[in-house]
């Protein structure tokens, strides 16, 4: 039998780490049903959506866990009592709009603001202990933390690199020479992975399950690439739940659209919804150019069309608006413009802008 009927959990949730995980798990088993408001400002770097999408997946075990949200950008001050009135306002406009808007028996809360939260409630205050969790501790040193969050908020953080190009241009060597050297940092960033090209697997399968022949014979149809476009993506997410802030791609799904106009020529489709791929930093696009063609046995050699995908990849690039940079020259030259693009993409994408704060609130949120 559970203590409460309608618990209450509010924060920023930016990001979601350990501690706030601990303290959803524990309400579940305490209350008949929970609600977690993520309260967002203008202020902050993380979109409210996401942060929501992350603690959905994260928490989609607990049947009694809601979770809304809602942006304030009210000040913070819990000196002052318009500011309450308004900041609960809110709370409460979160609550009906994500259908839970019964009363309120039990506000769980980590900050000494937390009795004065379950007054306005009418409802009991559930103080949390402090853990050793901290959103300003992420926010402050992601790598360092990075053990503190969940799969679905790394995935959502991790900083992505997809390294793209026709064949035998040297882009499965650019992606492990990219991992190698930040794998190299050590700690966090030695778990870097490098999601391979599943296109090439499936290649194989397809040509060993079939009759004999030679590879140039294979028929590829839409399905095909159906296929490698959902395992790719698959791989990748995995990859980014599992490993550091960095995910290096060696090609994505995005780019087997690419393919299945090299094999399936004026048949190929448009607008397939899986080159809609999750937030990239950058691709890096490996030129034909100055790279030998190396037959390894799962190539087939047409080296004008080689030459005519740097252009397509760059083309459908350019059109999606995605960023992309062209490596040329020798393996080395290119590994050294590919870390100095990546360099502060890195940086950029493993900071955030400073919440809001006010008296009375712990930069703990």
Not at 92 to 110: F, K
Not at 189 to 201: H, I, K, L, N, S
Request: hydrophobic share 45%; proline share 5%; with cysteine.
């Amino acid at each position: 039998m559970t203590e409460y009927r309608h618990g209450l959990f509010i924060g920023k949730f930016y990001p979601p780490h350990a501690g706030h995980h601990g303290a959803i798990r524990l309400a579940a088993t305490q209350c008949d049903d929970v609600t977690v408001v993520v309260m967002s400002s203008a202020w902050e770097t993380v979109a409210l959506a996401d942060r929501m999408a992350w603690l959905r997946d994260e928490h989609r075990t607990e049947a009694n866990v809601t979770i809304a949200g809602i942006a304030c950008d009210a000040p913070l001050d819990v000196t002052d009592d318009g500011v309450w009135t308004a900041q609960v306002a809110a709370m409460r406009a979160a609550l009906r709009a994500a259908g839970a808007d019964r009363p309120v028996d039990a506000v769980y809360c980590g900050d000494a603001y937390g009795d004065e939260l379950a007054r306005r409630f009418d409802a009991s205050a559930v103080r949390l202990r402090r853990t050793a969790s901290s959103s300003t501790a992420v926010r402050r040193d992601l790598a360092a933390r990075w053990h503190e969050l969940a799969g679905p908020t790394r995935a959502g953080l991790a900083v992505r690199v997809v390294v793209v190009g026709a064949e035998s241009t040297g882009t499965t060597t650019i992606a492990e020479l990219l991992r190698s050297h930040y794998a190299a940092r050590g700690g966090t960033w030695a778990d870097t992975r490098c999601v391979p090209e599943y296109g090439r697997a499936y290649t194989a399968m397809k040509w060993a399950a079939g009759p004999e022949g030679p590879l140039d014979e294979l028929v590829w149809d839409a399905t095909d690439f159906d296929r490698v476009a959902a395992e790719q993506t698959a791989s990748e997410e995995r990859a980014a739940r599992a490993g550091s802030p960095l995910v290096i791609c060696d090609t994505d799904a995005f780019a087997t659209a690419v393919w299945e106009r090299r094999y399936l020529g004026p048949a190929a489709r448009t607008g397939q919804p899986w080159t809609a791929v999750p937030k990239r930093a950058v691709y890096l696009l490996t030129d034909h150019r100055g790279v030998p063609w190396l037959d390894d046995g799962m190539r087939e050699g047409d080296l004008a069309v080689r030459a005519a995908m740097t252009d397509w990849f760059a083309d459908a690039l350019t059109a999606a608006g995605r960023s992309w940079v062209l490596l040329t020259g020798s393996p080395s030259e290119r590994l050294e413009l590919a870390v100095a693009t990546v360099d502060p993409l890195l940086r950029l994408g493993t900071s955030f802008g400073d919440p809001l704060r006010g008296p009375g609130f712990e930069a703990t949120a």
